[in-house]
T-cell receptor
Framework: AQSVTQLGSHVSVSEGALVLLRCNYSSSVPPYLFWYVQYPNQGLQLLLK??????LVKGINGFEAEFKKSETSFHLTKPSAHMSDAAEYFC????????????FGAGTRLAVHP | DAGVIQSPRHEVTEMGQEVTLRCKPISGHDYLFWYRQTMMRGLELLIYFNNNVPIDDSGMPEDRFSAKMPNASFSTLKIQPSEPRDSAVYFCASSKAALDYGYTFGSGTRLTVV
């Protein structure tokens, strides 16, 4: 069965600092991996995705993530945090033939301090 | 493109009443998903449809919950009778058949059962 673990339910960084949100997955077949962001009182918005090909993927708002099969990880990073990045971030996994059914992690709330 | 449209945005109802949540997916999307989000349980997939047909309803909590998709442009999630523990944010999402597209989420319905 597939699953996703997000390490750290809360992460706090200073404005301008590196953002690192951790995601590890479990899948017996090649995974498709996603990061979503949720701003207060809004739905989830797709940040980036990995399906096949290049393992370093770039998304919106300066975020990127790297698929590391050997570590079963798909960590999200951003070189310099901005106040507007404060939100909740969700990692999700599925696989080809998974009938589009995404399994979400528990989420990581990112706080950005001046 | 107006995105996924959910109504109402907020619903407050008394215990025992029937509640109907509505969703209009993006035109051309073949999949529709209903999720529930709570602090305690995070994002839970309740049910999803492919080409208007329910595929997996294993996440529906109990018989009080039902969902329908009478056509490609409309879906409902009904709770009858409602209970205080049903209080949550309910999200609808849609996607194309190719998973590369990811999900598009609506803004959610915040349900409060008093």
């Amino acid at each position: 069965a597939q699953s996703v673990t997000q390490l750290g339910s809360h992460v706090s960084v200073s404005e301008g600092a590196l953002v690192l949100l951790r995601c590890n997955y479990s899948s017996s077949v090649p995974p498709y991996l996603f990061w979503y962001v949720q701003y207060p009182n809004q739905g989830l918005q797709l940040l980036l995705k990995y399906t096949t090909g290049a393992t370093l993927v770039k998304g919106i708002n300066g975020f990127e993530a790297e698929f590391k099969k050997s570590e079963t990880s798909f960590h999200l990073t951003k070189p310099s945090a901005h106040m507007s990045d404060a939100a909740e971030y969700f990692c999700a996994v599925t696989f080809s033939g998974g009938y589009n059914k995404l399994i979400f992690g528990a989420g990581t709330r990112l706080a950005v301090h001046p | 493109d107006a995105g996924v449209i959910q109504s109402p945005r907020h619903e407050v109802t008394e215990m025992g009443q029937e509640v109907t949540l509505r969703c209009k997916p993006i035109s051309g999307h073949d999949y529709l998903f209903w999720y529930r989000q709570t602090m305690m349980r995070g994002l839970e997939l309740l049910i999803y449809f492919n080409n208007n047909v329910p595929i997996d309803d294993s996440g529906m909590p109990e018989d009080r919950f039902s969902a329908k998709m009478p056509n490609a442009s409309f879906s409902t999630l009904k709770i009858q009778p409602s209970e205080p523990r049903d209080s949550a944010v309910y999200f609808c999402a849609s996607s194309k058949a190719a998973l590369d597209y990811g999900y598009t989420f609506g803004s959610g319905t915040r349900l409060t059962v008093v």
